[in-house]
């Protein structure tokens, strides 16, 4: 099958956002507001003192999470990577579980069991990430492996970083996927630079031309329009229930702030910030929807004040009980599965079953 | 972190940026003493050797102290400066989180029981296994006895267990009456073996918290009892009365013995309750307490406590006849011993013993000071006294003022 | 109730398991269309279809991966590694993905890696390995590792049953050499050790291909009456049992296939010295392969492996102290 390339949008209203209400766009910049708004509280909280180890945000990147979550269907499954924050806030995770999360609280997603963005919850069909990546591509395709298996319309979809592409499980997973054309979409969020090692160290051809190497289509998209990445995951979804098989969709968006907290990413040329910061995808989608004639700044002030108050809830939150420590390792019971997660796409509302 | 009522005092501490990073250097403050500032608004400039960064306040209010200068590097977590905040501050951010809790420590293995803790028994160089020394410890086996045929000519735990089916053990301990005859005496059942009764147990109990609770001291003094003796022939009653009466006058006297000190708690009564310790035989004793003492005489006391040891030895005191009592008065009886250590009645702080009153060769100095020797009924009084309440003087002069009232017992009785 | 072997009661238990329950699947490398490399699922896909019974790419970190994924959304995963000793492949999904998924984040992973494992026919150092001990070390993991045809069946039947993920220590030597009694449908060994046979004076402790081993060693030891412990399960450990028959018996030799330093017995050693101290008559004894790869000619590699000789001059020396 031949790799389609899309043109990478450059601004405005974009022809990509055909299927598109406007409270989809709504959500769509509400939910990057959220999640930007949410990583810098908790950044703030870090110099605080007040939240333990490292931590990682998805700074300038946040249209690839939400454009892409934003096109799941309830009964889809997402492997959610750290820097993917959206995605969590859209199938359901509320922002008051995940600063908890951060500052280690018990009310966190993990219970303080795991830190910082590694954390799924599996009652909305999240996996939590481990930190060898990309791992997590086995198991989206794996849970694509089972939803064939079942003759069931699902998809699962996960996402990557461009150097984790140079890991054994990276080809793994697009060889088993492309064998058995599964209906798994594989979101390569390609923002530059991996920690501080930058692309031409990473691969000799670029990922998305890989996918036709592996019997699949490779789509580019800009990965800073976030209309134009729900549209891109839509198409992927679309194939998948159609038997199609795999879709690559590489993301193409910067990582704006360092690979931690405590990187101060001097290793990036200034020139380059300052480029990505025009393509901001928070500002691209309000000035969209300032066209069309939506109040932006109370979506930011609403935005703003539930921060606020799930901050409030966090930090009032108890840490987890030392005599809890060791519980927990095995399933005592029945394993039960991944549950349904919210889809708020007006497209999903159509169908009888919510499936578009 | 001080707090009170109007103001809370919050710390704001060196962040650490990053898992590995152990330090900071503050590059540059940006408020002074003194100076208001906002909630998350920088507060000072740091440099970790990850990254350099601002640091944001963690509340509004008014900067309080500066504790680490420019250019001065410090441990992740050491307090640079302290804000206070004001109780009404409209800027008021939400309590510091709770202080995290300690590493669960993981569970202690617990170490094997008792038995572990037993020394090794080492003949010589012989050494025996924790399985041996544990068999012959619970059949009192003499490994010295027990001829090893491990390693070395070790004891096994074989050769062990081979020995007790052979007969070894305690009955080997016992030799045979006749050397040829295979009778074993039985050994004899122990008379008045058992447990304690509960009685005894709790005056156990008592006795040995008293002298856990306590500074308990005694100390005697010698009392001429002869005029005790010419008064109570006449009136018909036991020297012991004469004792209870001399010592509610002592007590009134010096007050701060009648008194109870409950851990720090000190209160003296104004009127006695005066305990008199009754044999119950065997059984243990039992202090009834003649309540309002002060207010009998001699007889009253004296029939106050025929009554009470009458009551006491048939079981019949009630709950309130053995509560309240300020001092206690212990007479063991009439047997010949002459000095003890009575213990405390808690939460009291002195008890008088009154042992044998003893026919005694003593000097008298009559009118004139001129001395001879004269056969008295003498007793020795010991008082056993809480060195947490009062001192040795104080005791002495009880005891002197109570001898005083006994030896000035009129012939008449009162 | 049939005879057969350990093999066959592997394949009885999959078989059986495949029919009973519509979400089980096996999955590995030639498993499908070949049967497997040892035959295991000879029949399988023809019974029950090839997704299903499903022949995998040749990539053992995806084989653990993908049944990751797969049982999250309900399967009941059983992969095949070929041999044992191609688990290191895959060893970051199963120690990183599926030990610590439950512990993190509350999600069970049910699925049941088979690892044939083991040596004793010239495999070489890449063929014979015994990794359960790295499995072990790893929490969120159980492994068993039967040693009779009938735990062989009755343990795959509880891994699979078990929503954890469980490594099923399956000795390639025992394939064909140890048959037994096995009853018929699906039944529930439990994760226990099991006495092979009762004694007094000593105990051997062993699992997998060394229970027959510790068994023919001591069937006939200067009179001795020698217990052997069949550990059967080595996560969870049972304890419990381990210290019975230290107290009884006071004497104990441990047999190790694997290497020796920090092998299953190794840990075995451990709690007896804690928690059986009092017991003991005796050091605590280990007899194991030592730490080397196992070589491939036979005069090297059965030097290697723990004998039925080394097995028996361990404990007689043992008895004698």
Redesign the interface.
Known sequence: MATRIAEPATGGPSAASAHLQPEDRVELLRAMLLMRGLEERAMTLYRQGKVPGSFYDGYGQEAVSAGAAFAMGPRD?LCILHRDLAAHLIRGVTPARVLGQYLGRETG???G??GNV???D?RLGC??M???LP?????????????K?RGEARC?ITWFGDGSTSR??FH??M??AG?QRLPVIFVLENNQYAYSTPLDKQFAVDPVQRAAAYGFAGVTVDGNDVEAVFEATRAARQRALAGEGPTLIEAVTMRMHGHAAHDDMKYVPKEQVEEWRKRDPIDRQSARLSELGVDVEAVRAAVAAEIDAATEEALAAPMPDPADAAS????E??????GDGRAPWSGFAQEPGGEA | MSSSPTETVVDVTMPQMGVSVAEGTVVAWRVAVGDPIAADETICEISTDKIDTEVPAPVSGVVSEILVPVETTVEVGTVLARIATGAGAAAAKPADAPAPATAAEPPV?A???P??ARARQANGNRRY????Q?IAAEHGVDLSQVPGT??GG?V???DVLAFLEGGGGREAAEAPLHIESPYRPEPAPAVGSGQLSRMRRQIGEHMKRSLETSATCTTWIEVDMSRVEAARRRLGVTALAFVARATIDALREHPSLNAWLEGERYTQHPGVNLGIAVSLGDDGLIVPVIHDAHELSVEGLAARIRDLATRARARQLTPDEVRDGTFTITNPGQYGSIMATPIINQPQVGILDFEAVVKRPVVVTDADGSDSIAIRPVTILGLSWDHRALDGALSAQFLASVKRHLEGVVASGS | MATMTYLQAISSALRDELRADERV?VMGEDIGVFGGAFKVTDGFIEEFGP??VMD??L?E??I????????????R?VCEMQFSDFISCGF??LV??AG???????????ITVRLPSGGGFSGGPFHSQNPEAWFMHA??I?VVAPSTAHDAKGLLHSAIHD??PVCFMEHKHLYRRVKGEVPDGVYETPFTARVARPGR?LVVIAYGAMVEVALEATADLDGAAVEVLDLRSLVPLDEAAILDSVERC?KVVIVDEANATCAAGAQVAAVIA??G??????PVVRVATPDVPIPFSPPLEQAVLPSVDRVREACRELL??
């Open positions: 499954r997603v993990t219970r069991r795991d590694h954390f799924g599996w996996v939590g481990v930190s060898m791992d997590m591509m086995l198991v989206a395709t794996g849970m694509a492996m089972a939803f298996l699962a054994g499980d793994e997973a060889n088993w064998v927990g390792v095995f399933c019971g029945e394993a039960e599965p991944l | 293995e170490l094997p029981g038995n572990g296994s924790p399985v041996v544990r491990g390693r070790r096994r735990k074989q | 699947i997704d299903r995998t790419p990539a970190s995806a653990i991966g993908t049944a990751v994924g797969a049982a999250v959304v309900g399967l995963p970051d999904q990183n993905v610590k998924m439950h512990y993190r984040q509350g999600l069970a992973v049910p929490p969120g159980k929503p954890n004076d006071s804690q928690h101290f009092e017991s003991l008559d005796g004698a102290y």
